[in-house]
């Protein structure tokens, strides 16, 4: 046995560890995603009371892209281009930014219930976002929202640290507890300004929605997602090394403290963007992180990129729903990713019996 | 040639309290060295300062001539590595997941790891004894396998100080010293171990060196035999032992009697040993 491993007689190993298997498998996963996601956005496009086919939709998006000539009504491309086209795409980024945002903070706060819908953030960000509102100052909303998802998040690890060690029970709890405050002072600002219906715009920003996205939406959702998600791709491997906790990750040379208040600064960023366009939609960020997990594994190389394509897909399907099953009423899309997730939460409680 | 450790007045205090008093001890380079101790000596806090995960209020800690504080954290994590006690469950992560965690410091943010890091893990994973292991989920191991996979991190940092916490902890006999013939075998390789240990005779039976801490301080270090006498055993656990000289590879056999009369040292003893120390190293050192 040599103690010491150099590169000596490296090149007599070729060794297959796992790594390389595994790239394999997750650019197939990752394909796999993406192709399914493309095509459930040119589905779920079509949906709708006015009958739509793919090939439709394919037409008005070549034509807006200035490459085919444009062959539908322009009733019918209003349709596909201003409604649902910049919905469906403000959801698949709604829901990669919330996937994304609830691994990595599963990661950090090393806590499997983990969510910025559960630890508070989303309704903070929605006093932001509604206060500014009401002042009526529209160009700053994301930046009031991160804001408050950063207020939130400080409260929520602050409170849970000053019961004791931040153990995820702790921190649930705490999360809640800022949530109730944030929710109603959201409900009560709304209430305050009663412009028009109220009961359904607090609705919307408590649970969710949306209704009402356009193609500035999408700039937002997305673009958010693409600014602060590159960088927390980049940081898969920090990510990795707080497994074992931080003792562990400052002897690999991860800076702890910096790198934590960084990426969670970060999902606050990011939830803040997100919420400012669709309100608190909750458990997304809970749901496919753990499901994700489940078929390849806990290494952030993998698991962010696939989350966050996860998260798209099961977001553009939740709202095609909320929009369409009870056609014409709309259903607030926070009711059904909390139908799905309250049940993951269930069992996911079960199989970590041993939380504290 | 392999680099000493040497630390220096090292200090450090916790809120208002003392935990690490002026250390200074020494682990010559490509040995064994036991950190020895009760329960509260400052073993894992030394440890930790030494890998840089505290930082010391004075005092430094050197191997060879580099200041380890000085060296930015990816360095110094290519330098030292630490193998902890805890073994906590890492959900998901298979073992050689685990182990390919200590190329962190080598991996650059976008790349991922490639051939030599792989090769390196393979190797890490062999000289641990888990190639059988590699695609088990962590969660599932035994302590023994899970310290073995601790070790194997350690290792894939291409460490020159290897660092370990209580690696014999919840160990069965045979795990025990399946882990230190290792440590041996490592330190022979041309890598400078320090590991705090519980077991004296075991510290005795494997340690080329011994640093006895009580209180933050260091209450005596040297050879084992040098070192552990029934008279140091007694001020520092509290317990009569006798010391006898194992029949088969005639190392220090610590024996232990019963709980001492009058307890253990207080703090003004371990003062007054730690002026004592150098004495007593200087002349392990001679000898």
Redesign the interface.
């Known amino acids: ?7 000596s007689d ?1 090149s007599s ?3 297959p ?4 298997r595994d ?1 394999a498998r997750t650019a197939a996963w990752t394909v796999g995603l993406g192709v399914l996601l493309a095509a459930s956005v040119v589905i779920a496009v079509t949906i709708g009371p006015a009958g739509l086919s793919p090939a439709d939709v394919w037409a008005s998006v070549l034509a807006h892209l200035g490459i085919g000539e444009p062959t539908l009504s322009p009733l019918r491309d209003g349709i596909v281009w201003e409604l649902r086209m910049p919905r469906v795409l403000s959801a698949a980024a709604v829901g990669a930014g919330l996937a994304l945002c609830g691994a990595v903070m599963q990661a950090l706060t090393r806590n ?1 219930l983990a969510d910025p819908y559960l630890l508070g953030l989303s309704s903070g960000a929605s006093v932001g976002a509604v206060i500014v509102i009401v002042l009526g100052a529209g160009l700053v909303l994301p930046f009031a929202a991160f804001a408050g998802a950063l207020v939130a998040l400080v409260a929520t690890l602050g409170l849970a640290n000053a019961a004791g060690a931040l153990t995820p029970t702790r921190t649930v709890l705490a999360g809640l507890a800022v949530s109730a405050v944030f929710g109603a002072i959201t409900s009560l600002v709304i209430f305050w300004s009663a412009t028009g219906d109220s009961y359904r715009e607090i609705l919307n920003w408590l649970l969710g929605s949306l209704a009402g996205t356009d193609w500035t939406s999408v700039a937002i959702a997305g673009g958010a997602v693409i600014v602060i998600g590159v960088p927390l ?3 898969a ?2 990510l ?2 707080f ?3 931080d ?2 990750a ?6 702890v403290g910096r790198s934590r208040a960084l990426l969670l600064t970060g999902t606050a960023l990011l939830t803040g963007a997100l919420v400012a366009v669709s309100g608190s939609i909750g458990f997304v960020g809970l749901i496919l992180p753990h499901a994700v ?1 489940f078929l390849i ?3 952030h ?1 993998a698991l962010l990129p696939l989350s966050a394509l996860a998260g798209a897909l099961f977001l553009v399907w939740a709202d095609t729903g909320a929009r369409t099953l009870f056609d014409p009423r709309e259903l607030p899309v926070g009711i059904l990713t909390a139908l799905v997730g309250g049940p993951v939460f269930a069992v996911l409680m079960l199989r970590n019996r041993g939380l504290a | 040639m392999t680099d000493a450790l040497h630390t220096d007045r090292v200090r450090f205090t916790r809120g208002r309290r003392l935990i690490i008093d002026d250390v200074d001890c020494t682990v010559p380079g490509g040995r064994v060295g036991a950190l020895l101790g009760p329960n509260g000596a400052g073993k894992s806090t030394l440890l930790h300062l030494i890998a840089g995960i505290e930082r010391a209020d004075a005092g430094t800690a050197r191997l060879g001539d580099r200041d380890l504080a000085a060296l930015r954290r990816r360095d110094r994590a290519r330098v030292v590595a630490l193998a902890e006690q805890e073994v906590t469950d890492a959900p998901g992560l298979r073992v050689a997941e685990v182990v390919a965690l200590g190329r962190t410091p080598y991996v650059g943010a976008f790349a991922g790891p490639g051939d030599l890091d792989r090769a390196i893990v393979r190797r890490c994973l062999e000289d641990a004894g888990l190639t059988e292991l590699e695609d088990r989920d962590y969660a599932t191991l035994s302590g023994g396998e899970r310290q073995r996979v601790n070790l194997a991190r350690a290792l894939a940092q291409e460490p020159e100080l290897l660092l370990l916490d209580e690696p014999t902890n919840h160990l069965d006999v045979h795990a025990q010293l399946t882990m230190l013939g290792l440590l041996r075998e490592l330190a022979h390789g041309g890598l400078t171990v320090l590991a705090a240990l519980h077991d004296l005779s075991l510290a005795a039976g494997y340690a080329d060196h011994v640093i006895v801490l009580a209180e933050g301080r260091v209450v005596a270090a040297g050879e084992p035999g040098a070192v552990l006498t029934p008279e140091l055993i007694r001020r520092v656990w509290g317990v009569e032992a006798s010391v006898l000289e194992h029949p088969v590879n005639g190392r220090p056999l610590i024996a232990f009697s019963e709980v001492a009369r009058g307890g253990r040292m207080s703090r003004a003893d371990t003062a007054d040993a730690a002026d004592a120390v150098e004495a007593v190293a200087a002349g392990a050192a001679e000898a």
Do not use: E, K, N
């Open positions: 046995m040599t103690a010491r491993t150099g590169a490296l190993r070729q060794a560890v796992l790594p390389t790239g499997p791709l980049a940081s491997r920090t990795d090394a497994a074992f906790g003792t562990a400052a002897a690999l040379g991860v800076h997990r594994g806990a290494r190389r």
